[in-house]
């Protein structure tokens, strides 16, 4: 009989493949094994050739769901006389990287079984199988079985073991099987986190929710604080608890018809919400859905779907009431996902928590996505994405780690034609969230089984990335913040030719020491050039204009040469006196000057009386794209192009004067115009400038490609308008998908970049092409 050996690449581990295989070959009458060896799935099959070719036919055309599938190869195999086909143990070789899966919410076959009195797991909130339940949160080596997993400690009861061994279950070989009788267990713990005797755990919670009280629940990668979305008064305790006076709450419900109840969904909005990744999407709230300080002056609602057989269950037990469920943690901290850590850090937040003994090995928060063009826009990469391989449209000829930036923080780890992105690790301004982004990116070394060369970065000297990267012992690259946006979009389209780049964000360290943020470049991974940017004005009192946009408002005033009185402004006229005064001294000050596309957003939300402080990143922008969602197009305001006189040899950058653009905002202030129709109108105007500046630069350069990154194109107003605009005159639009514009997507273009700029025998010879090497290989 022929025999042959047959590697299948790509996400094979902890989705059932090897079942998958078994029940392939065992219908075609084939023998041999199957294992899981470093990254790969490795199956050895004798039997008729015709047997054998429609074995491959069906490992390429079919897979479980979950798996995903790079290349499958096969060799000619000496025959071994196997009788049977059989399941072998996993080997630890193998030198490609590993592929790990992502949490999957509960799939309707264990939901069927949930609510099933029938069954012996009828309400066990633990329950999985092969194609659904916890992954990434859990494992802690590889290849991916139980030993190697947080399950390893709980031995399977007989019944467990049956379903285990046989080739014929739904749970044959499912790493983290579970069932009341063998654990884990699920608990009531008081405020203090002492048990209590409860009786059923799940609906003493829900008794506690339904009167008004904070309950913090155990989720697949940490924590979630939750309350009664509809009780204010709860909700408004939480807030204060949490001292989070705005931010809006992500919202929990039992199934889109409960979610249609209190939201407008639209087609791609509730795939997106079904989807195995079960993220936040921000939706349209109806009227009377919820109560008011869940999402406060927002028309939008962060809304999910339950994703664990707990969720389920819960909010069965509440009536289908919607939940708040907010990541557990104090201000922007990390997620509390260990039990008694839980209990000591959310002390004074919880009155009680749902918690179960199944550890959670690493920290995971919720993804957040919304729907823009009719596909999806990632705006945190988290559970149920991470850690998806991209692949990279050029290899890394060395392991790298790209380490991203300081908001939104994720890394990447890159080796051969394969990027793995980590899960959203927060703001680094914390000595916590950093000390989790060390211990996440130490176990995806580990766990990848990829040892880094190289370690590239962002410019920033005072990024907590950057002091992370120059703390290894490694050669070091340093790449530009806006450099890197544009390479992430190219690299996600695997878009390998020069394009034009408009990168729009908040803050990015330039090449000339001031602060980018309104950028357009050309470029592509092995370099680019800065061909046009938004005017500079002063960012009064640096990271401070940030908090307080009224200061930005009051510079582009000065700037545009506007008196303008500003209202709703809420610092002290002298505080007003003194900021005028700097910035027309600004001449003869340290002064940071910023081309920021976000902090105009900011002035112009000031200047419209919108919001002239914010309690968290982005807060004024997105208030203005709310007031500007779903009205007519009312004109545009003025702006103009300016060439500054250059050498040929080095022409300067065009200029994008914002001053009439301001002067006009001021006049419609001054005329009481309501700021919904100047939020409109500024909407219209960006979308316009764009688009000029994008046709100025293809008569200079040909170039019919336009690149959108930047935290600013999580605007959904922008992007619906940007590209369609941009596509009817010809042009070939790239923009996110698979990671988020703001710098959650950093690290994606940092790794590229380094790929393109290195060569496997010679690291430090990216600086030949301007880019910054330190240290040695």
């Known amino acids: 009989m022929p025999r042959r050996i047959v590697t299948v690449r790509g996400i094979v581990q902890g989705v059932g493949y090897r079942p998958f295989v078994h029940e392939v070959a065992c219908r075609?009458?084939?023998?041999?094994?199957?294992?899981?060896?470093?990254?790969?799935?490795?199956?050895?099959?004798?039997?008729?050739?015709?047997?054998?070719?429609?074995?491959?036919?069906?490992?390429?055309?079919?897979?479980?769901?979950?798996?995903?599938?790079?290349?499958?190869?096969?060799?000619?195999?000496?025959?071994?006389?196997?009788?049977?086909?059989?399941?072998?143990?996993?080997?630890?070789?193998?030198?490609?990287?590993?592929?790990?899966?992502?949490?999957?919410?509960?799939?309707?076959?264990?939901?069927?079984?949930?609510?099933?009195?029938?069954?012996?797991?009828?309400?066990?909130?633990?329950?999985?199988?092969?194609?659904?339940?916890?992954?990434?949160?859990?494992?802690t080596a590889v290849p991916y079985d139980r030993p190697r997993t947080t399950m390893a400690a709980f031995a399977m009861c007989p019944a467990c073991r049956r379903e285990y061994e046989d080739p014929t279950n739904r749970r044959f070989h499912a790493q983290p099987i579970a069932c009341p009788t063998c654990g884990p267990w699920l608990t009531l713990l008081g405020a203090d986190g002492t048990p209590r005797a409860a009786g059923d755990p799940i609906d003493a919670a829900a008794r506690a929710l339904q009167s008004g009280a904070i309950v913090a629940v155990k989720g697949v990668g940490g924590f979630h604080l939750a309350c009664d979305a509809r009780n204010e008064s709860a909700v408004s305790e939480l807030?204060?608890?949490?001292?989070?006076?705005?931010?809006?709450?992500?919202?929990?419900?039992?199934?889109?018809?409960?979610?249609?109840?209190?939201?407008?969904?639209?087609?791609?909005?509730?795939?997106?919400?079904?989807?195995?990744?079960?993220p936040i999407v921000l939706v349209r709230k109806r009227a009377a859905g919820v109560a008011d300080g869940v999402a406060p002056l927002n028309p939008c609602l962060g809304l999910m779907l339950s994703y664990t057989p707990l969720h389920h269950l819960l909010l069965e037990a509440v009536g289908g009431t919607p939940l708040v469920m907010t990541s557990g943690n104090r201000s922007d901290e990390p997620i509390a996902y260990e039990d008694r850590d839980a209990v000591e850090r959310l002390h004074g937040l919880a009155d009680f928590y749902l918690a179960h003994n199944r550890p959670i090995h690493l920290r995971c928060d919720d993804s957040v996505v919304r729907s823009a063009l009719?596909?999806?826009?990632?705006?945190?990469?988290?559970?149920?994405?991470?850690?998806?391989?991209?692949?990279?449209?050029?290899?890394?000829?060395?392991?790298?780690?790209?380490?991203?930036g300081q908001l939104k923080a994720a890394f990447a780890l890159g080796r051969d034609k394969q990027a793995i992105l980590s899960h959203h690790l927060g703001d680094l301004d914390y000595l916590s969230a950093y000390q989790a982004y060390e211990q996440a990116a130490a176990h995806y070394e580990t766990l990848f089984a990829i040892e880094p060369a190289l370690i590239v970065h962002d410019l920033?000297?005072?990024?907590?990335?950057?002091?992370?990267?120059?703390?290894?012992?490694?050669?070091?690259?340093?790449?530009?913040?806006?450099h890197a946006h544009l390479a992430a979009c190219l690299a996600e389209h695997s878009h390998t030719e020069p394009a034009i780049g408009v990168i729009f964000d908040g803050t990015g360290l330039g090449d000339d020491g001031s602060v980018w943020g309104g950028e357009f470049l050309i470029g592509d991974f092995g370099g680019y050039r800065r061909a046009a940017h938004l005017r500079y004005v002063p960012m009064p009192g640096g990271e401070q204009a940030i908090r307080e946009p009224w200061r930005m408002a009051l510079a582009h005033l000065i700037d545009a040469d506007v008196n303008l009185e500003l209202?709703?402004?809420?610092?002290?006229?002298?505080?007003?006196?003194?900021?005028?005064?700097?910035?027309?001294?600004?001449?003869?000050?340290?002064?940071?000057?910023?081309?920021?596309?976000?902090?105009?957003?900011?002035?112009?939300?000031?200047?419209?009386?919108?919001?002239?402080?914010?309690?968290?990143?982005?807060?004024?922008?997105?208030?203005?794209?709310?007031?500007?969602?779903?009205?007519?197009?009312?004109?545009?305001?003025?702006?103009?192009l300016q060439q500054p006189e250059s050498a040929p040899a080095r022409p300067m950058p065009l200029v994008v004067d914002t001053r009439p653009l301001i002067a006009a905002v001021a006049g419609?202030?001054?005329?009481?115009?309501?700021?919904?129709?100047?939020?409109?109108?500024?909407?219209?105007?960006?979308?316009?400038?764009?688009?000029?500046?994008?046709?100025?630069?293809?008569?200079?350069?040909?170039?019919?490609?336009?690149?959108?990154?930047?935290?600013?194109?999580?605007?959904?107003?922008?992007?619906?308008e940007v590209v369609p605009r941009l596509e009817s005159l010809g042009f070939q639009v790239l923009r996110h998908q698979q990671v988020p514009p703001n710098d959650g997507g950093l690290c994606l273009g940092q790794l590229v970049i380094a790929a393109a700029h290195c060569s496997r025998d010679n690291v430090p010879a990216a600086a030949a092409a301007g880019f910054q090497v330190r240290g040695q290989q």
């Not at 009195?117 to 194609?131: A, I, Q, V």
């Not at 200047?607 to 007031?627: D, F, I, K, T």
Request: proline share 7%; glycine share 8%; hydrophobic share 40%.
């Open 567 to 640: 209202r709703r402004c809420e610092a002290p006229p002298s505080h007003v006196e003194t900021v005028r005064r700097w910035i027309s001294r600004r001449r003869d000050s340290n002064m940071q000057a910023t081309s920021s596309a976000g902090r105009l957003f900011d002035a112009v939300a000031a200047l419209a009386g919108v919001r002239s402080r914010v309690e968290y990143e982005g807060q004024a922008a997105m208030e203005l794209e709310y007031l500007a969602t779903d009205r007519a197009e009312d004109g545009d305001y003025p702006f103009e």
């Open 374 to 404: 009719g596909g999806p826009l990632l705006l945190r990469r988290s559970r149920g994405y991470a850690p998806l391989p991209l692949p990279l449209p050029i290899p890394c000829p060395v392991p790298i780690l790209a380490v991203g």
């Open 460 to 482: 920033h000297p005072d990024y907590a990335t950057t002091r992370y990267a120059e703390s290894r012992p490694l050669a070091r690259l340093a790449v530009q913040h806006h």
């Open 28 to 139: 075609l009458g084939l023998t041999g094994f199957v294992r899981n060896q470093g990254g790969s799935a490795v199956i050895e099959v004798e039997g008729t050739v015709w047997a054998l070719d429609g074995f491959l036919a069906e490992l390429a055309e079919r897979q479980p769901p979950g798996a995903r599938i790079d290349s499958v190869s096969w060799l000619d195999q000496a025959e071994q006389g196997d009788r049977q086909f059989n399941i072998e143990s996993s080997s630890l070789g193998g030198s490609e990287a590993v592929a790990i899966a992502p949490d999957i919410a509960t799939c309707s076959e264990c939901l069927a079984e949930l609510f099933n009195p029938g069954d012996r797991r009828y309400r066990y909130p633990l329950l999985n199988c092969t194609h659904c339940g916890p992954r990434l949160t859990i494992i």
């Open 239 to 278: 807030r204060r608890r949490k001292h989070r006076d705005a931010r809006p709450f992500a919202v929990m419900v039992q199934s889109l018809a409960a979610g249609r109840e209190i939201c407008e969904i639209s087609a791609s909005e509730a795939e997106l919400l079904e989807s195995p990744a079960r």
């Open 668 to 720: 419609d202030v001054h005329c009481g115009v309501p700021a919904a129709m100047i939020a409109r109108r500024f909407h219209s105007t960006i979308v316009e400038m764009i688009v000029r500046v994008c046709v100025h630069l293809r008569e200079r350069t040909q170039l019919e490609t336009v690149a959108l990154s930047g935290g600013v194109f999580m605007n959904a107003v922008l992007v619906g």
